[in-house]
């Protein structure tokens, strides 16, 4: 099941990630996206984590909350293949 976490600092770190999400359940991968050119980060991250139960855990508890100073928004991830179903491809354009 998978998070989207988003309004991240450009200081939050993998580490942090996984320190506050790591209290709620198992996390069974953080990708912290960064722009491919600069390498700098993006502002947000992908968590999957081991249930759905841990997933809403983490949505009722981390929305909102501070990390580095800044408050994050959790949500439910929406896999690619969704929009793909639904008639768009991945660079948001109509097939």
């Known amino acids: ?4 976490v988003g309004n991240l600092s450009k200081k939050v770190e993998k580490e942090d990630l996984e320190k506050a999400f ?5 996390i069974l991968s953080v990708k912290l996206k ?6 700098k980060p993006k502002g947000y991250a992908f968590i999957e ?13 981390l ?8 408050e994050i928004i959790v949500k439910e991830g929406r ?8 008639g768009w491809r991945k660079d948001n354009r109509p097939f």
Do not use: H, P, W
Not at 1 to 4: A, I
Not at 79 to 86: N, P, T, V
């Open 79 to 86: 896999s690619q293949m969704d929009d793909r179903r639904k």
């Open 22 to 26: 790591g209290k709620i359940g198992t």
């Open 63 to 70: 929305n909102g909350k501070k990390i580095k100073g800044q």
């Open 49 to 61: 984590m081991a249930t759905q139960d841990e997933v809403n855990k983490a949505i009722e508890k």
């Open 1 to 4: 099941m998978e998070l989207y």
């Open 34 to 39: 960064q722009d491919l050119f600069s390498g």
